[in-house]
């Protein structure tokens, strides 16, 4: 087989069920699918996002188990979320990877520009629109994901110290990504004042792990609880029981220096990768472009998150990183 078929169309099995979300349509927001809930008590705005793609499940699991079970903050403010609803509602396992979005990436329409810009319309842009009054007021955000291709869980921090910093407190996953987003349009971690330095609101973006593989579910549950734990709005017995992972004994942290983008749907990788492979030479072929080498660009590089099961002209493929700390746990 071909590494393009390899990676287009390989399925994972699907191990995990996908809740029915349909009792938390009405919200208390005004908005579907969101709830906010204000302890009354001084303290931070916190949202925890699931469904961003409609196929990435774990988080939809983790909110909804966390709506069933009454969670409210002790200070502050919690909005429980899912996103985007309409792709979840298309899901087929026939055909897995077609749900991550109806029109255009959930992902990739978050730049004020773009959502003041009315003459533009999708499905996405839509929910983006309504869900984005209640973000506007969030001081911290956990967006939760999974991956196309069963790779080890990882932290995406952003480009900022801010988010770096955050993202090591937290301390799981063990890999934190540093990096600038997609040529393709703006992520929800890094809108507005959550991708400013000068501005003190935050965001993280978790990868929990392959998409309906179970331990992405216990990455998802470990990293909520964590998350609402630093910052404050819970305590650790308002949690469900067993939440809560041994953390790793170290971090990564790896700056993204560019994306690899396709120019076309010829485009193939050298090797089975599933992301976090390191190559110890600078010049190395992990791939071909239209025919041309795609090479590692200096020593040490590591892929993040490759896949070509979302490939066209545009899309980023892979991620080149450097590592640039390693943060031993006492």
Same mark, same amino acid.
């Given at each position: 087989?071909?590494?393009?078929?390899?990676?287009?169309?390989?399925?994972?099995?699907?191990?995990?069920?996908?809740?029915?979300?349909?009792?938390?349509?009405?919200?208390?927001?005004?908005?579907?699918?969101?709830?906010?809930? @204000?302890?009354?008590?001084?303290?931070?705005?916190?949202?925890?996002?699931?469904?961003?793609?409609?196929?990435?499940?774990?988080?939809?699991?983790?909110?909804?188990?966390?709506?069933?079970?009454?969670?409210?903050?002790? !200070?502050?403010?919690?909005?429980?979320?899912?996103?985007? =609803?309409?792709?979840?509602?298309?899901?087929?396992?026939?055909?897995?990877?077609?749900? !991550?979005?109806?029109?255009? @990436?959930?992902? *990739?329409?978050?730049?004020?520009?773009?959502?003041?810009?009315?003459?533009?319309?999708?499905?996405?842009?839509? *929910?983006? *629109?309504?869900?984005?009054?209640?973000?506007?007021?969030?001081?911290?955000?956990?967006?939760?994901?999974?991956?196309?291709?069963?790779?080890?869980?990882?932290?995406?921090?952003?480009?900022? @110290?801010?988010?770096?910093?955050?993202?090591?407190?937290?301390g799981t996953p063990a890999t934190v990504i540093c990096d600038e987003g997609h040529p393709e349009g703006r992520r929800m971690r890094d809108y507005e004042d959550f991708g400013r330095d000068t501005s003190p609101k935050n965001a993280l973006l978790i990868e929990c792990g392959q998409h309906w593989e179970k331990?992405?579910?216990?990455?998802? !549950?470990?990293?909520?609880?964590?998350?609402?734990?630093?910052?404050?709005?819970?305590?650790?017995?308002?949690?469900? @029981?067993?939440?809560?992972?041994?953390?790793?004994?170290?971090?990564?942290?790896?700056?993204?220096?560019?994306?690899?983008?396709?120019?076309?749907?010829?485009?193939?990788?050298?090797?089975?990768?599933?992301?976090?492979?390191?190559?110890?030479? /600078?010049?190395?072929?992990?791939?071909?472009?239209?025919?041309?080498?795609? =090479?590692?660009?200096?020593?040490?590089?590591?892929?993040?998150?490759?896949?070509?099961?979302?490939?066209?002209?545009?899309?980023?493929?892979?991620?080149?990183?450097?590592?640039?700390?390693?943060?031993?746990? /006492?």
């Amino acid at each position: 087989m071909s590494n393009e078929a390899n990676h287009a169309n390989h399925a994972y099995p699907i191990e995990i069920e996908f809740p029915d979300i349909s009792a938390h349509a009405e919200g208390n927001t005004g908005i579907a699918y969101v709830h906010t809930f @204000d302890s009354g008590t001084p303290g931070p705005h916190v949202m925890i996002n699931a469904l961003t793609h409609g196929n990435e499940v774990c988080g939809a699991i983790v909110v909804d188990a966390l709506l069933r079970a009454g969670l409210r903050p002790r !200070r502050g403010k919690l909005t429980l979320s899912f996103a985007n =609803v309409d792709a979840y509602a298309r899901f087929d396992p026939e055909h897995p990877d077609a749900a !991550r979005f109806v029109d255009q @990436d959930f992902n *990739r329409v978050w730049t004020a520009s773009v959502l003041d810009d009315l003459s533009r319309t999708s499905s996405e842009l839509e *929910r983006a *629109r309504q869900m984005r009054p209640v973000i506007d007021t969030v001081d911290a955000l956990l967006d939760l994901h999974s991956m196309h291709e069963k790779s080890a869980p990882l932290i995406v921090a952003g480009p900022l @110290d801010k988010g770096i910093a955050l993202a090591v407190q937290l301390g799981t996953p063990a890999t934190v990504i540093c990096d600038e987003g997609h040529p393709e349009g703006r992520r929800m971690r890094d809108y507005e004042d959550f991708g400013r330095d000068t501005s003190p609101k935050n965001a993280l973006l978790i990868e929990c792990g392959q998409h309906w593989e179970k331990s992405a579910v216990t990455v998802a !549950r470990d990293t909520t609880a964590r998350f609402l734990l630093l910052a404050g709005v819970v305590d650790e017995n308002d949690l469900p @029981d067993g939440w809560l992972a041994p953390l790793p004994s170290s971090l990564h942290v790896v700056r993204v220096t560019e994306p690899v983008v396709a120019k076309s749907m010829d485009f193939r990788f050298a090797g089975p990768y599933s992301g976090l492979e390191i190559f110890d030479k /600078a010049g190395t072929v992990i791939g071909w472009s239209d025919g041309q080498p795609v =090479v590692t660009p200096y020593d040490d590089c590591m892929l993040v998150m490759p896949s070509l099961r979302q490939l066209r002209p545009g899309v980023t493929v892979v991620r080149l990183g450097k590592i640039e700390q390693r943060i031993e746990r /006492a």
